[in-house]
């Protein structure tokens, strides 16, 4: 699992990273212990996310998950080539107030202008995937794969960051906040809450026998409970299901919240919308 921690300079992201290296089965890397180039623009920080994706697989097969911190924004890491391979990812923004920042900046005779204009930036994008997304697309790599949410709008459960603001903070207290949100990260990722997408189509044939079988009955998971009360209608396929509030969608997404992935629920409309989202606590 990949837990990414994206921050403009002198948010104070490393050093609580740093802090959290005793939890079990976590490392922690900073993106640019690779070295950055004083050339470094946009293509290389998408090509080099891909790369350390790459090295994060390698953890995952292993059983260990890695909080990375650098520059790449949820965005960019949900777009790589490889991100799809993860068994999950979740996102962190560490924040600082402008004026702090400046004064961080200052002190480290660093300058100011693109550093605050990009906070503000990230501030944005981890509210809305729809907010000026040509920041980190218009010169990327071609290889980066953005269909997978550009259509997603700030109100989709799968758009998620965390924002950690580390103004009139101690490290040890910014530090605890990062190591809750991991723990809590973990949990969701135990509990398929935390899903990339899939890669292939499914049979939706396949998906209407197993859609069928929830409906009918609570077996691994409360499937039945979960939709009573509710008129279920999958708009790819011939499954419909129950009486009471209207709900429609992709036979996968049907199957998937029935399963309790809360996840799903952007991909449904109708009125029992509201009613599932409320019993997927």
Avoid: N
Wanted: aromatic share 6%; hydrophobic share 40%; glycine share 10%.
């Amino acid at each position: 699992m990949l837990l990414t921690v994206a921050g403009s300079s002198c948010s104070g992201k490393t050093t609580a990273a740093r802090a959290c290296s005793a939890i079990p089965g976590l490392v922690v890397h900073d993106f640019d212990e690779i070295g950055v180039p004083s050339d470094a623009d946009t293509r290389w920080r998408h090509r080099h996310t891909e790369l350390w994706i790459q090295r994060v697989l390698g953890y995952q097969a292993d059983g260990i998950d890695v909080l990375l911190t650098g520059q790449s924004p949820l965005g960019e890491v949900l777009a790589c080539p490889s991100a799809v391979e993860l068994d999950g990812i979740a996102a962190c923004l560490m924040d600082v107030a402008d004026p702090v920042r400046l004064r961080r900046l200052a002190d480290r005779d660093h300058g100011t202008g693109d550093f605050t204009d990009w906070a503000r930036w990230l501030r944005e994008h981890a509210a809305d995937p729809q907010h000026r997304p040509e920041a980190i697309t218009g010169a990327g790599s071609p290889d980066m794969c953005w269909s997978r949410w550009s259509g997603w709008s700030r109100s989709d459960d799968r758009w998620h960051v965390k924002i950690i603001d580390t103004t009139d903070r101690t490290i040890s207290q910014t530090a605890s906040e990062l190591e809750s949100w991991i723990a809590a990260a973990r949990r969701d990722r135990a509990a398929g809450r935390l899903p990339l997408g899939i890669t292939t189509e499914p049979d939706v044939a396949a998906l209407t026998a197993v859609a069928e079988f929830y409906a009918r009955r609570d077996f691994a998971v409360p499937s039945r409970t979960l939709v009573s009360g509710l008129r279920l209608t999958a708009t790819d396929g011939p499954f419909t299901a129950g009486e009471g509030a209207p709900l429609s969608g992709p036979t996968l997404a049907l199957v998937m919240t029935m399963a309790g992935r809360r996840a799903y629920l952007g991909h449904l409309d109708g009125p029992g919308r509201d009613i599932l989202a409320g019993r997927l606590t």
